[in-house]
């Protein structure tokens, strides 16, 4: 069974950093599309961004130059550093993994399109 925990989230001051982690346990880990999305308060999911199976990284027009997606295979584990963080990226941050197309991010954008999920980690940027 898939399990994904996110950890990392908490409060920060506009233009500050925060790493989130996501630990995925219950599957080959590196054959998979990871993606990380948010949901603000009264919106709709966003994917964020997402990493393949190979590496190769997408990212949300509004974080990139300012968010980056990373993993570490041997420890089963999914990253997201936010740098520059503005009161817009307030949101809860969800990871979620995609295996239906092989992990190769075909339609990362889409919520629908992933097969599990995290429970989520609060993060608040105060102007």
């Known amino acids: 069974q898939v399990q994904l925990a996110e950890s990392g989230g908490g409060s920060v001051q506009a233009g500050g950093s925060l790493r989130l982690s996501c630990a995925a346990s219950?599957?080959?880990?590196?054959?998979?599309?990871m993606g990380w999305f948010r949901q603000a308060p009264g919106k709709e999911r966003e994917g964020v961004a997402a990493i393949d199976r190979d590496g190769s990284t997408d990212y949300a027009d509004s974080v990139k130059g300012r968010f980056t997606i990373s993993q570490d295979n041997a420890k089963n584990t999914l990253y997201l550093q936010m740098n520059s963080l503005k009161p817009e990226d307030t949101a809860t941050y969800y990871c979620a993994a995609e295996w239906r197309y092989g992990g190769w991010c075909y339609a990362w954008e889409d919520v629908s399109a992933f097969d599990a999920w995290g429970q989520g980690t609060l993060v608040t940027v105060s102007s």
């Open positions: 219950g599957y080959t880990y590196s054959n998979y599309c």
